[in-house]
Nanobody
Framework: QVQLVESGGGLVQAGGSLRLSCAAS????????MGWFRQAPGKEREFVAA????????YYANSVKGRFTVSGDNTKTTMYLQMNSLKPEDTAVYYC????????????????????WGQGTQVTVSS
C-alpha cells in the first residue's frame, strides 16, 4: 500500500515554470518506478514522464522533452517534475503514480500499469 500526494501546481503564464512534487509513503516495492501523467478536460490521461528507481532510467513524452525534467531524491520516496517553458496546452491535472516492478518489460507510458495514484494537482497555463 502506497499513498501519494502531489503538490506544486498553480496558475502561470505561458513561458513560465512550475515544479511539482510527489511524496510517497507507506509500503513500497524495493524495485519500482514512479510516473507523471496529466489529464485535460475531455481528453484521456496522458503520459508525461517516468523514473525507474532501480535502473535510474528516465523517460519523457515527446511533447515535453527539453522542457520538463523529472528527478527523485535519494530516499526513493519523492519525485519531482520541473516544468519550464510552459505552454497553454500543458494545462491539465497532473497525477503521480507508482508502477510495480512486475511491469518492468512493459512500456512506461501505459497508465494501466500504474497504481496508487495521487489526488492530482492542477496546472493552468494562461496564454
Amino acid at each position: 500500500q502506497v499513498q501519494l500526494v502531489e503538490s506544486g501546481g498553480g496558475l502561470v503564464q505561458a513561458g513560465g515554470s512550475l515544479r511539482l512534487s510527489c511524496a510517497a509513503s507507506g509500503r513500497t516495492f524495493r524495485n519500482y518506478a514512479m510516473g507523471w501523467f496529466r489529464q485535460a478536460p475531455g481528453k484521456e490521461r496522458e503520459f508525461v514522464a517516468a523514473l525507474s528507481w532501480s535502473g535510474g532510467r528516465i523517460y519523457y513524452a515527446n511533447s515535453v522533452k527539453g522542457r520538463f525534467t523529472v528527478s527523485g531524491d535519494n530516499t526513493k520516496t519523492t519525485m519531482y517534475l520541473q516544468m519550464n517553458s510552459l505552454k497553454p496546452e500543458d494545462t491539465a491535472v497532473y497525477y503521480c503514480a507508482v508502477r510495480p516492478p512486475v511491469y518492468y518489460s512493459i512500456n512506461y507510458d501505459l497508465p494501466d500499469t500504474y497504481d496508487s495514484w495521487g489526488q492530482g494537482t492542477q496546472v493552468t497555463v494562461s496564454s
